[in-house]
Structures are given as C-alpha cells and as structure tokens.
C-alpha cells in the first residue's frame, strides 16, 4: 500500500531504485561474502544519511538497491560517498 511520511511541514514518499555498476562490466559479485559485504557496507552508510534501504540485490556486474529518504537528503552527496566509500572497503 502507499505510504506518506510527514515532517512539520511537507508530506512526501520519496522512493529511488538506484543502479550502481562496476567499472568496465567486471564480474566482481560472484563471491557470497563480497555481495554481504557489500549489503552491510550499503546499509551502514544509509543509516548514516538517514536512509532506509527496502530491498537490494545483486547482479554479477551490478547492484540494484531502493531506497527510502526525505526531501532534505542531498542525493548527489550520498551517492557518491556510497559508492566510493563501498568501493573503497571491497578492495581492502
């Protein structure tokens, strides 16, 4: 069902459905422990920004994630430091 969320002053459902994809098509997400790691990476940073992430699933080349936030989220900063900051923690 639809939901509303409500500040003190606006009404809203801010839904995305995010595609992240790894550089030149690589077939990194073929190792269960790296598509963990990489779901608990995604869902600290969320909480961080105070986004809640519904549902994420992995391709072998990319990664769908839909998440939840409010109108105040500066969507630009958070996903550039999702994905540097997942791609940074993968590599070590």
């Keep these: 069902m639809y939901q509303l969320d409500k500040t003190g002053?606006?009404?809203?459902s801010l839904y995305f459905h995010l595609i992240t994809v790894v550089k030149y098509r690589q077939e990194v997400f073929?190792?269960?422990n790296i598509i963990s790691d990489a779901k608990s990476i995604f869902e600290k940073i969320s909480s961080d920004f105070d986004v809640q992430i519904i549902e994420q699933e992995?391709?072998?080349?990319?990664?769908?994630?839909?998440?939840k936030c409010k109108p105040t989220l500066?969507?630009?900063?958070y996903i550039?430091?999702?994905?540097?900051?997942?791609?940074?923690?993968?590599?070590?």
Excluded: Q
């Design 9 to 12: 002053n606006a009404v809203f």
């Design 30 to 32: 073929t190792d269960d």
């Design 58 to 67: 992995c391709g072998i080349d990319h990664m769908h994630i839909l998440f």
């Design 74 to 77: 500066d969507i630009t900063k």
């Design 80 to 92: 550039n430091i999702l994905k540097g900051h997942s791609s940074r923690k993968i590599r070590d």
